[in-house]
């Protein structure tokens, strides 16, 4: 390109130094002759390229720009040259794709390449005779954008990976959460079948303990009747043994079926308001012979507490008279035993404190375990190890807690703390067990028992030899106990609850029903004694309640009331 001509300002029609202008365009561009030789070149190509103007003129494109010798993928050469070929041979522009073509840096600076990727365009200039004449090489250096968008690229590759690495996530999730429901499902019938065994399990000991009482009764029963009689010392002792231990398997099998009765959820609670007066002094009362006859001080600090607890009374009865008669039997000689009550607001704390021997932190945390006596079986005091295990959970089924606080040497503190109640709310304790005196003395001699056990009807008809006035009518089922009772009329029916034919409850209310035994008492006697079952029979006109196995004294005591009866005021 030869030299141009100088702007004039004077007159900007006049020719322009083309040169100047061409060198100084914002652009890199390079002017090729038709063999590739470079014949000029942009400012700012030589910039971008690191080249002088007079390093390159004159000289070949590929001598000037080789490829890269230490990239082996290097194909700047070939593909450029291929475009410059196409411009030649279509004589028309060509756009190229992104290259690589790397720059070498002049000797100076260590010779080596640097990287670059450039965006192409070739084009024709053609001459006044329609031949090319130029070839002009436009380059965008386009490496920031190139890498950024490798970087892009890169990124979304990554963003892919993580991707797929999320959705393989949430499929081995809900996989593994398919296996959770499988193995949440096999939990749930595991549990089921140990609930079901823990059922099964408390069932059986509820069954045999109703089956070892029948026996039982039948041991106690004729034991009681032997020590109606004179008998001699060694007798005597053998009969206690037979009695004192008939009675620790009774208190045994009462517990057990107490606890398995929790276990099973068929212990029935009728919930009330209970005035913490009332039960204290009942509960007392109940234990101060067995205090006195220890010798120990028993004091009630509640005879004020106008205080009610949510509680089943009969249960809060049972609960706290374990854990007085614990306090008497495992005190000092002389000691004292007391029971106090604090306010805790919406709770009230029943407290049992002994002057006994203390309880170890050992022994603390073996209390309230079946059968742990912590010791106390290799002494002389009675026990089955039952009683605070089972007043845990009556305590616990009533919605109130239990504890203990004790130091060695100095006593122990047993407490039940019940949610309180409201005090107005607090009904009148149940009536106490009334016996209703005959009417009719027309056959004051007959006593119906209705009864399928025949050793229970052998006791009873033991007991009643004592008192000759009296026939005992035995009736071995329901109906049966039903016809005898029209015909007879006897001054008194004994009940059992478990007939062959229909059930005790029945009889009673079909004696209750009928004109001809409306008026006969009716003393029920069953194992059954719970609170709820005792008023159910009461409401329905049982005249007494007795428990088996039979007190043969209470029983005595039940038919010598027909006598009194009878006799005139
Ligand atoms: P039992 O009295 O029939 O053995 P419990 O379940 O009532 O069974 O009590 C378990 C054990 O806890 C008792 O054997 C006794 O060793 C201990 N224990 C209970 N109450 C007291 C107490 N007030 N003082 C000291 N030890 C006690």
């Known amino acids: 390109m030869g030299s141009g001509v100088r702007v004039n300002m004077e007159n900007p029609l006049m020719p322009l130094d083309y ?12 002017v090729l002759a038709p063999d590739f030789t470079i014949v000029g070149a942009s400012d700012a190509y030589l910039a971008v390229t690191l080249t002088q103007r007079e390093q390159i003129i004159g000289r070949g494109l590929f001598e000037v720009f080789p490829d890269n010798p230490d990239d082996p993928t290097a194909e700047g050469v070939e593909k450029l040259s291929a475009s410059l070929h196409r411009v030649l041979a279509f004589r028309r522009p060509d756009a190229m794709a992104i290259q690589k073509y790397d720059i070498p840096l002049p000797e100076a600076e260590g010779g080596r390449f640097v990287e670059r990727y450039w965006s192409p365009v070739n084009a024709p200039v053609f001459g006044p005779d329609g031949k090319i004449r130029y070839l002009i090489h436009r380059v965008e250096d386009v490496t920031t954008q190139w890498r950024l968008e490798q970087l892009g690229a890169e990124q979304a590759r990554e963003l892919e990976r993580l991707n797929r690495a999320l959705e393989q996530r949430a499929l081995d999730l809900e996989a593994s959460n398919t296996e959770l429901q499988a193995s949440q499902h096999d939990l749930l019938v595991a549990k089921d079948a140990a609930e079901a065994a823990n059922r099964a399990k408390s069932e059986f000991l509820s069954r045999m303990s109703h089956e070892l009482r029948t026996p039982l009764n039948v041991i106690l029963g004729f034991g009681q009747i032997l020590q109606l009689d004179p008998m001699d010392p060694e007798q005597e002792e053998a009969v206690d043994h037979i009695l004192k231990a008939g009675r620790h398997l009774l208190d045994l099998i009462d517990e057990i079926l107490n606890i398995s009765r929790i276990e099973s959820g068929r212990l029935q609670l009728s919930m009330e308001p209970v005035h913490l007066n009332e039960v204290i002094t009942e509960v007392v009362e109940l234990v101060r012979p067995l205090a006195n006859q220890r010798g120990i001080t028993l004091h009630a600090e509640t005879a004020d507490w106008q205080v009610c607890v949510h509680a089943d009374r009969q249960r809060l009865k049972q609960v706290l008279l374990n854990l007085l008669s614990n306090g008497l039997k495992y005190n000092s000689e002389h000691g004292s035993l007391t029971v106090s009550c604090a306010d805790h607001g919406q709770t ?193 006109g049982a005249a007494n309640y007795l428990t088996k196995p039979l007190d043969i004294r209470e029983l005595l005591a039940t038919v010598d009331e027909l006598d009194k009866a009878d006799d005139p005021q």
């Not at 040169?19 to 390079?30: H, R, T, V």
């Open 19 to 30: 040169q100047l202008l061409f060198e100084s365009i914002p652009g890199n561009y390079l």
């Open 348 to 540: 009230i704390r029943l407290l049992v404190t002994d002057t006994g021997p203390g309880i170890t932190r050992e022994g603390q945390s073996r209390l309230f375990k079946p059968f742990d006596r912590l010791g106390a079986e290799a002494t002389e005091v009675e026990g089955t190890g039952l009683g605070l295990s089972l007043s845990k959970r009556l305590t616990e089924a009533m919605g109130g807690t239990i504890g203990v606080q004790s130091r060695v040497g100095h006593g122990s503190t047993f407490w039940v703390e019940l949610p309180r109640a409201q005090v107005e709310s607090a009904p009148a304790p149940l009536p106490a067990v009334r016996i209703v005196r005959p009417t009719t003395k027309a056959s004051r001699h007959k006593v119906l028992y209705i009864e399928d056990n025949l050793a229970n009807i052998a006791v009873v008809e033991r007991v009643f030899a004592r008192r000759p006035h009296i026939e005992l009518i035995p009736a071995l089922q329901g109906q049966v106990g039903l016809d005898l009772a029209r015909e007879h009329r006897p001054a008194l029916i004994f009940l059992d609850l478990h007939l062959p034919d229909m059930p005790g409850f029945d009889v009673l209310q079909a004696l209750k029903e009928h004109p001809a035994t409306v008026a006969i008492p009716v003393v029920v006697a069953s194992a059954d004694a719970t609170p709820a079952q005792i008023s159910r029979l009461l409401a329905a």
